[in-house]
């Protein structure tokens, strides 16, 4: 997944909920600049943050071994 993907996703999933960007932010602990940023694409959030976003909008990061080329 790329990250304007990701950014994609969390905007997607976010306007569904019905929730403002500075909500997930406040609830997230990052600054809603952070998260405008990933949210089009750009940014880099560490680990921590990206699943504190993730969780403040119900979604979870699920690693799948794919085949090696």
Not at 25 to 54: C, H, K, Y
Request: net charge positive; hydrophobic share 45%.
């Amino acid at each position: 997944m790329t990250a304007v993907e990701l950014g994609k996703l969390l905007l997607t999933r976010r306007k569904q909920l019905g929730l403002v960007q500075c909500y997930v932010a406040e609830l997230s602990g990052i600054s809603t600049r952070q998260l405008l940023a990933w949210e089009t694409g750009r940014g880099n959030p560490s680990f921590r943050q990206l699943q504190a976003v993730l969780a403040a909008l119900g979604l979870s990061l699920k690693i799948e071994l794919t085949s090696l080329p």
